[in-house]
């Protein structure tokens, strides 16, 4: 689809064929096509087409009835996109003010910038939560989600421009995967050149991971039951992949030997298995540091050891979303890396957007890391 700008008065806007969203209405109901005729983008608002959007799990997980979810919603929130009309002046992350044309991605979340947990850093908490494929759909915010032609950016929306050469699959997942790693690799607040580290799933997010952490000297260790995963996180810079199969001690015994320590300084757990969390933080080396990110929908209990975080000890942080400056880094290590790692086979089959629930069922079924989505 390509935008023709009818009208721009003032911030009303009004675009031919209208922008058109897919409605999910509930588990085992089937999406509905939204038509949107017209936009009123208020002061710090941007309205963007909508180049390609990529199926992050936390869709599949909501669809299944994995998460609660308030609805009709629009889902999508790893995406890219162009710039087609802003609401007064608004400036990307880097400070660059935004024009028309411009490509770019955006972050999952809404920043008020003005509340204690803004304040404090914690952007992706803030008090008055908006994200993007997340929310219910209400009237002045139809464009909510990235599976639709076009998206209204509220204002506090981290915006980055992007370049024009990486293909869309490559940047698309920035917005939640590509971001995450970044901020997954941050709390765990070591130098990454020469350190040993182990990842957990080899999903979207761990192979995301795994490229990063190598691309700066860290020697990674993947762990993932399947094979043909185990064998494509090589290519993304581990140095070795386990099998978390072979039995507890022993994967943690192969995981040791393979990256030549008697223990991790930092494990990161992207899966949200249990297993997979008991096994994270029983790799670590005392005084080693586990990062929890998959855990993003309710699961079984934990087996934990108390009493090994304690003599050990060992740190344990969780992260969700991230922060604005996180994003920009993402974009910044796909933009130089996406050549070195395979990033585009990282994003299987394309389905029209009028068949999004056909995309949801091809995530579901675990056979990509990503399915792509194109209006």
Not at 23 to 48: N, R
Not at 213 to 228: H, I, K, L, M, T
Not at 350 to 358: G, K, N, Y
């Amino acid at each position: 689809m390509h935008t023709t700008l009818t009208a721009h008065a003032g911030n009303d806007v009004f675009i031919r064929p209208s922008p058109v969203a897919m409605v999910w209405q509930g588990p085992g109901h089937p999406h509905q096509a939204m038509a949107v005729p017209g936009v009123t983008l208020g002061p710090g608002d941007v309205l963007v087409e909508v180049e390609l959007a990529t199926v992050c799990g936390s869709d599949v997980h909501t669809v299944l009835g994995h998460r609660d979810a308030t609805t009709p919603l629009v889902f999508g929130h790893e995406q890219v996109g162009r710039v087609v009309a802003v609401g007064g002046p608004v400036t990307a992350v880097d400070g660059t003010a935004l024009v028309a044309g411009m490509r770019v991605v955006w972050s999952v979340i809404v920043s008020c910038g003005a509340c204690d947990r803004c304040a404090a850093g914690l952007e992706q908490k803030r008090r008055r939560l908006a994200k993007y494929g997340h929310d219910r759909v209400h009237r002045g915010w139809e464009l909510s989600g990235s599976f639709a032609t076009h998206v209204e950016l509220l204002a506090g929306t981290a915006i980055v421009i992007v370049g024009e050469t990486p293909p869309a699959a490559v940047f698309a997942p920035a917005s939640c995967a590509t971001a995450t790693a970044v901020a997954a690799l941050d709390v765990a607040g070591c130098e990454l050149a020469g350190t040993a580290i182990m990842v957990t799933g080899a999903g979207m997010l761990g192979l995301t991971v795994a490229a990063m952490a190598a691309d700066a000297g860290a020697r990674v260790v993947v762990s993932d039951p399947d094979p043909a995963r185990r064998a494509l996180a090589t290519r993304f810079g581990a140095i070795a992949a386990v099998d978390p199969g072979l039995g507890a001690a022993e994967h943690l015994e192969a995981a040791h030997l393979a990256a030549g320590v008697e223990g991790f300084p930092v494990a990161i757990e992207m899966s949200g298995n249990a297993q997979a969390v008991d096994a994270a933080i029983g790799s670590l080396s005392v005084g080693g540091t586990a990062v929890l990110v998959g855990s993003v929908s309710p699961g079984v209990p934990l087996g934990i050891d108390a009493e090994r975080i304690v003599r050990g000890l060992l740190t344990v942080r969780g992260v969700h979303n991230y922060r604005p400056r996180d994003l920009a880094r993402a974009v910044d290590f796909l933009t130089g890396a996406w050549r070195r790692y395979p990033f585009t086979e990282l994003v299987g089959p394309e389905f029209r957007l009028a068949d999004v629930d056909d995309a949801l069922a091809a995530a579901a079924s675990g056979a990509f890391p990503r399915v792509a989505v194109r209006p």
